[in-house]
C-alpha cells in the first residue's frame, strides 16, 4: 500500500506539529481532526512555516503549499475514510488511546495503519481493544517534530513486519529519520538513553561533583559535539574494544543505578522550582535568558535540518 493519505487525530501541540510534517511531502494529502472546530485552526503550524521562511529554510511559495495540503475538521468519520495512515496524538491515557483505535477501526479501510505518538507507553497495550493488532504501531515523533528528523517506530507485540517496514518506509521518503524500535519497551531506545544520562547527571550534582551549569558545560563542549556525527557505539569501535573493555569493567561499578527518581528532582518539584515555568530549576533562570534559551535551540535546529535534507 502507498501511502497518501494520512489523518492525525488530536490537534494540541503535536498533532499540528505532525499535520506540518506530513504535508511537507507533496505527495501527501494530511487531514487534522479536532475534537472541536474552535480548538486549533492551524494556527501553530502558520507560525511555524512563518519562522522557516524568515530563515530562509523554506520559500512563501513552498509554505503555501505545505498549508495548502492540510484541511481541518471536527468530522471524525469523514476525516477517516480514505485514511493510509492515521496518527492519534491526544493525551497520554491508556484508556483514551485504547478506546480510540476500537471505536475508529470500523470506520477505516482495511488497509489502514494506526500509529500512536505516544511517548512511554505500551504499544501492545494500546492495540488491546484494537480487533486488528497486526495494524497498530508506535511512530514517536520528537518535539518540535518539524524540526527534529527523528521518529521512533516501535513494534507491539503484534505489530505486523509489513506494517513496520511500511511504516518506516514511508517515514524516510517524506524526509524523516526513522529508527526501528523491534521491542516495547518503555522509553524505546532514545529516551532510555536520555534517562540514563540524566540520571548520572543528577547523581553528580546531588554528590556534590559539579553543579548543574557545569555538568551541561561539560557535555555540551565534550561529548556532546561529537555525538550529532559519531555515534557512541561507532565511537567505541573508534578507539577499540579492548580499551572500551577495560574503561567500562573500571568505571561501571561506580555510576548511579538508583531505581528511584533523583532526591534533588523531587525536593526542587516539592519546593515549587519546576525551572523555565518558575524562573527557578536546578538553576535561576530570567525571562531573557528563558527566551534566548528557546531561540538558541530553534535557530540552531533549523540550521543543521537544512543541510540534512
Ligand atoms: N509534547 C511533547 O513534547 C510530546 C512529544 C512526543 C510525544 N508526545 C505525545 O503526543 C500526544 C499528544 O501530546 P500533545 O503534547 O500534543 O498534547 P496536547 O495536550 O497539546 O494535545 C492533546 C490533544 O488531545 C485532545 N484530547 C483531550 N482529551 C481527549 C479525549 N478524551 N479524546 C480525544 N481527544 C482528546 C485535546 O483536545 C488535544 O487536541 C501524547 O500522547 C504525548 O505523550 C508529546
Given amino acids: 500500500m502507498a501511502i497518501k493519505n494520512?489523518?492525525?487525530l488530536g490537534s494540541g501541540l503535536m498533532g499540528n506539529g505532525l499535520a506540518q510534517v506530513f504535508a511537507m511531502d507533496p505527495n501527501t494529502t494530511v487531514i487534522l481532526r479536532s475534537r472541536s472546530i474552535k480548538e486549533a485552526p492551524l494556527k501553530p503550524v502558520?507560525?511555524?512555516l512563518k519562522l522557516l521562511v524568515e530563515k530562509e529554510a523554506l520559500t512563501k511559495a513552498e509554505a503555501d503549499a505545505i498549508l495548502s495540503r492540510i484541511s481541518f475538521t471536527d468530522d471524525l468519520e469523514a476525516s477517516l475514510k480514505e485514511a493510509d495512515l492515521i496518527v492519534e496524538c491526544v493525551v497520554e491515557d491508556?484508556?483514551?488511546k485504547q478506546n480510540l483505535f476500537r471505536d475508529i477501526e470500523p470506520l477505516c479501510k482495511a488497509d489502514a495503519i494506526f500509529a500512536t505518538n505516544t511517548s512511554v507507553m505500551s504499544i501492545t497495550e494500546?492495540?488491546?481493544?484494537?480487533?486488528?493488532?497486526?495494524?497498530?504501531?508506535?511512530?514517536?515523533f520528537w518535539n518540535p517534530p518539524f524540526l527534529i528528523p527523528l521518529v521512533e517506530v516501535v513494534k507491539g507485540d503484534e505489530t505486523s513486519m509489513e506494517v513496520m517496514d511500511e511504516t518506516y518506509d514511508y517515514l524516510k521518503k517524506i524526509g524523516k529519520k526513522p529508527v526501528k524500535c523491534m521491542k516495547d519497551v518503555p522509553g524505546f531506545i532514545a529516551n532510555r538513553l536520555q534517562h540514563a544520562i540524566w540520571r548520572e547527571a543528577l547523581s553528580i550534582v546531588e554528590n556534590g561533583i559539579a553543579d548543574a551549569p557545569t555538568v551541561d558545560e561539560a557535555l555540551r563542549y565534550g561529548p556532546g559535539l561529537r555525538w550529532p556525527i559519531l555515534g557512541i557505539l561507532e565511537n567505541a569501535d573508534?578507539?577499540?574494544?579492548?580499551?572500551?573493555?577495560?574503561?567500562q569493567n573500571y568505571i561501571v561499578k561506580y555510576l548511579e543505578d538508583a531505581h528511584e527518581p533523583s532526591k534533588l528532582l523531587k525536593s526542587l518539584v516539592d519546593q515549587g522550582d519546576l525551572g523555565f515555568k518558575t524562573g527557578k530549576g536546578y538553576q535561576e533562570w530570567t525571562p531573557e535568558q528563558i527566551a534566548a534559551s528557546n531561540k538558541r535551540l530553534r535557530e540552531y535546529l533549523i540550521d543543521v535540518t537544512k543541510d540534512l535534507k
Fill in 238 to 247: 573508534m578507539i577499540g574494544l579492548d580499551l572500551s573493555y577495560n574503561i
Fill in 94 to 96: 491508556m484508556e483514551i
Fill in 126 to 140: 494500546i492495540a488491546k481493544k484494537t480487533k486488528d493488532k497486526s495494524r497498530v504501531i508506535g511512530t514517536h
Fill in 46 to 48: 502558520q507560525d511555524n
Fill in 6 to 8: 494520512v489523518t492525525i
